[in-house]
Each structure stands twice: as C-alpha cells, then as structure tokens.
C-alpha cells in the first residue's frame, strides 16, 4: 500500500530523512518509532505531500506522490503532530469542511456521524460544540475523526496520544487497534509501549536514518536476551557481590543502592536467555542473606536505541554505560612565539 | 475551491474580523461619500468621492487579508489544506474570492444606498457611476491579491497588515511620485504601472480593455506568486 524508496530529505545542510526505504502492506498498523527529532515527522510529511523529498520517492496505492499528489492524497487520512483544527468552528461545521475539503462522494450525514460513533464525539457532534471548548483529549478525537473522513485507505497518526491523560490514551490506542482491521495505519512516537500495544510491525528511526524494521515481537525478544534485576539483599556488601560475581551466569554485578536497614540494592545482569533468578535465590539462602525485593527491569526505548545502533556501527558499548568522551583542548600558544 | 470559499466566509463573521471590516468601510464610505457630495460638491459627477475611497483600502485592505493564510501557518491547519486533494490554486483562489465577496459586497451594498440618495436628489451619470464601480472593485481586487500574497509570506497578523499597508501605499502613491521625476523612461514606467493612473479611464465612463487586463494580471501574478510560496516551501 505505502512504497517509499530511498527517502532522501535535506534541510541546508543537514538530513532530516537520510536514504528510507520500506513498504507497507493492506490492513499492516506500523509503528515509527524514534526520539524527537528523529525524522519521523519529516517522513510522514513527505508520504502525506507536505513536503516533497530531496531525493526518492514515495508512492501510496502504487500512485506516486508527487507525480499525482491529487489522487495519491485521496487515499491518505493524516493526521499532524498538532491536529489542524480551525477553533472558530464547531465540530460539525469542521467535519463538513473536511469532507468538502476531501471532495467525498458518500452519504454525508451518515457518514459523518458514523465517524463521530466511531472515535466517540457524537455529544459534541450533536450539540454543536465549538472546538476551541473542548479538552486536549477531544480536541484530538476530531483531529482523528478527520483524518478518517472519505474512509481513505491509509491513515497516518504522527503522535496521536501526546498531552493524553492515561484513560485517554489506552482509549485511542484500542481505536486504532480497531481502525487497523479495515484500514492501513501509520503511527510514530516515542513511547515503546505505545507501538508494543498497537502495531505489528517497528520501524526504528534515529537521526533520519531507519534501523530497524521488524515485526513487534521480534524487537521485544532481541532485547529479552539479556535480563536486567534489580535485587535488594540483606548481609555484607563485599560478600554478596564476591559470590554474585562467582555465578558463572551473571555477567555483571554492582552494588547501585544505597543501605537501607542492613540491606543493598544490587544491579544484575545475566547472560543471553538465562533466568537466574532461581539459582540466586538459592545461593542467597544458603548463605543466609535475606533477598527482601526482586524486580526485573523491563526493556526500554532507551536500550531499543543504544542496542540497534551498536549493532549497526558494529560497536560493542554497554548499555547505560556514561560515553567517554576524549577530548582534547587547545594549547594556548606561547606569547614570545606570537612576538 | 469551493469548500475553502465556504470557509472563510463562514470565518469572517463567527469572528468580530467580518463586522469590523463592514462597519468600518460603511461607515467611511458613507462619510466620504456625504463629504464629497454634500460639503463641498457642486454637481452629481462624484469622481472626487471615488478618488477618496480608494484611500480607505490602505486600511480597509488589510483588515480582509492579513489572517488569511498567516492565521493557517501559525495554527498548522495549513497541513490539512496541503494534505488534502485541492490544487493550490484552488486554495489560493478560494481564499481570494471569499475575501473579495466581502469587499464586493459591502461596497455594492454601501453603494446602492449612497446612490439611491443621489438620484432622488440629483441627475448622476449612470454610465460614469456604474464604470467607476467597476474600477473601484477591480483596484479592491488587485489590492486584496496583494494582501493575500503578503499574508503567505509570514505567519505575523501584524506584521502582514502593516506590509499590506505599505505596497498598497506605494502603489496608490506611485502616480504622484512618478511626476517629480525627471527620467522620462522612469517617469512613463511608473505612470503604468500607477493604480491610481490606470483608474483615470473609469472616472471617465470609459471600460478601458488595457486598463481591465492591467487589474485581472495583477490579481493573477499574486495569487499565482502566493502558489509559488508554497511551492517553495514544500520544495525547500
């Protein structure tokens, strides 16, 4: 549905977008995952015909951009970082607007308030309501409800659930959960979970460049391998961490926490797939050191990042580890050489 | 086209910019018209007044075009527009119109009732009337591209007012100036493309053709510089 082939953008000098290439199938929801500043809005620009791309090219529906961006863009349904709501009007009147805009050919009101049913704005789509009273979350609601206006074939979400109180976003992540079974859905952000709950597929991008494209669950077990614990032990610091170190298993053991009531907080990391979190319980118990809290640290967008792009550079560097950096400063000059 | 035409009109009265604009071009046209025809007129030919009004666009102008595409850039609710199946000409020519039917409309409107009065209580020139009509809706059109063009420049209300305020300035004034300058190439260069020069003919009754291609090519460089715009800016 969505071919995008060696995506090229440039600004001055810089590359917001720097050679993407992915395709997209019918009916697929894939998440754009990246920090801020990553690209992701810049791609999903181009896609949309916001933008044009410095090189590359991107066609939705095998319908090329920007050699037919009037039919391309009636297969899309964007929505922007920043919903483009005009608050001078209602929701009504806005949704007309759009379908207008959009030239749709279908049974207006029924459509409409379909739409409305679907993202759950009706009351304010039959009351009249101006979209500069509602709530950041509703106001987001109309800018997804116009983004499915004319039932386009692609939608694109850039961000959908930022600035959402916790209700609000599991209640539009299960929309487009359920947009996905009819539609094909492009969403970006920068939280794991997000993608983790909606999409099938991740495409990673960091610093315009895509790193990594693959299915959801395969991103989440390539970072499984290495489990993280974090364990708070009662009994002698130096001893414990003698004896964590001697488990063949464990990789790393340190001392993080600070003593509270006799007792260290211990970060642990094992080898690739093992669970080790048995043979500590049991060397703890024979050595009579009371384990009094156990929690496994989950995976995180941060070690997604710092993992791929180690791999891609083909630079063993541990995660969370503080870079070195080695700089070297200026020598000033002697003033009789300058004389 | 249409949608975006729909719009703006619909905009400009759920905010107070449609009111203001109307009651404040009633207000001075029905002013100068009662300055031109009752205090110092002394004959129903009312050129004076349509050379006062023309004036008034440098304010009234800009009321009608500055939010026009500055308002979109500043809200993002530009990416919808651009994102959606309409030309940019369309969008551009849906803007112009909504922003000439106010124009149009307040002025026919202020017109029949200026007038009307005048007929009851004089013998005007109808054909003079009716050509200077034209010319006057045609400099509001050119104006109003102009304004709309310099609205798509910044995403400052303020900032394309006051530059609206400026050219259309220059432009009413460049027929003055051309005749304090001595170059004759300069002085004939500046007399056409003078607004107010080229107006000379409908004051006269006359619907001048090179005078009318003169208002539409203006209309039509600016709206189609105001689709450059953006054409540079997705480009860019």
């Known amino acids: ?339 | 086209m249409l949608a975006i035409y729909k719009r703006e009109m619909q905009a400009y009265f759920t905010s107070p910019v449609g009111y203001v604009f109307v009651a404040m071009f009633l207000a001075v046209n029905a002013f100068i018209f009662t300055f031109c025809t009752l205090l110092m007129g002394i004959d129903s030919s009312v050129s004076s007044y349509f050379t006062f009004v023309m004036w008034a666009f440098i304010v009234l102008v800009p009321i009608l075009t500055m939010k026009l595409f500055s308002e979109e850039r500043k809200a993002r609710t530009e990416q919808l527009l651009l994102t959606s199946p309409i030309s940019l000409m369309g969008m551009v020519a849906g803007k112009f119109f909504a922003a000439f039917t106010m124009f149009a409309g307040t002025f026919v409107f202020g017109s029949l009732i200026n007038f009307s009065l005048l007929y009851k209580y004089g013998t005007p020139n109808t054909a003079t009337l009716i050509s200077s009509s034209v010319g006057i809706l045609l400099i509001g059109a050119a104006f109003i591209a102009i304004g709309l063009f310099i609205s798509a420049l910044t995403e400052n209300q303020i900032v394309a007012a006051v530059g609206t305020i400026g050219v259309i300035l220059f432009m009413l004034v460049i027929g003055f100036l051309s005749s304090f300058i001595d170059v004759y190439a300069i002085r004939v260069a500046l007399t056409w493309i003078s607004v107010f020069s080229r107006y000379s003919n409908f004051g006269y009754g006359i619907l001048d053709i090179a005078s009318l291609l003169y208002y539409f090519s203006i209309c039509f460089i600016f709206m189609f510089l105001t689709v450059r715009v953006y054409e540079k800016r997705r480009w860019s």
């Open chain 1, 1 to 339: 549905m969505i071919e995008v082939k060696n995506l090229v953008k440039r600004f001055g000098s810089k590359y917001a977008v720097d050679d993407i290439t992915f395709s997209i199938g019918k009916g697929e929801i894939v998440g754009f995952l990246g920090p801020n500043g990553a690209g992701k809005s810049t791609t999903m620009n181009i896609i949309t015909g916001y933008m044009s791309s410095t090189l590359g090219t991107a066609e939705i529906g095998g319908i090329n951009i920007l050699e037919d961006p009037m039919e391309a863009k009636k297969l899309i349904g964007y929505l922007p970082e920043q919903p483009p709501l005009y608050l001078d009007m209602t929701v009504r009147e806005y949704l007309n607007f759009v379908y207008d805009l959009k030239g749709c050919r279908l049974n207006r009101k029924k459509h409409l308030e379909e739409i409305c049913r679907v993202v759950k704005i009706i009351d304010d789509y039959n009351k009249n309501r101006l979209i500069k009273n509602l709530s950041k979350g509703y106001k987001q609601r109309v800018g997804i409800a116009q983004a499915l206006v004319g039932n386009p074939a692609v939608i694109i979400l850039d961000e959908p659930t930022v600035g959402l109180d916790p209700k609000e976003i599991i209640e539009i992540r299960s929309l487009i959960r359920t947009l996905g079974e009819t539609h094909t859905v492009i969403l970006s952000t920068h939280i794991l979970t997000e993608v983790q709950a909606v999409c099938d597929r991740i495409l990673i991008i960091n610093s315009g460049k895509l790193i990594a494209d693959e299915k959801t669950e395969s991103i989440i077990n390539m970072l499984e391998g290495s489990r993280r614990l974090n364990a708070r032990i009662c009994g002698p610091q130096r001893d414990i961490l003698r004896e964590l170190r001697a488990l063949p298993e464990i990789t790393r053991a340190e001392a993080v926490g600070e003593r509270e009531n006799d007792s260290f907080l211990y970060a642990i990391e094992s080898s690739s797939g093992v669970d080790i979190r048995k043979t500590l319980f049991f060397m703890l118990a024979k050595n009579n050191w009371p384990l009094i809290g156990l929690e496994s640290q989950g995976t995180n967008l941060e070690d997604i990042f710092i993992s791929l792009v180690d791999k891609k550079e083909q630079t063993p560097k541990k995660s969370r580890e503080v870079p070195q950096f080695d700089i070297k400063l200026p020598e000033f000059e002697n003033k009789e050489d300058n004389n």
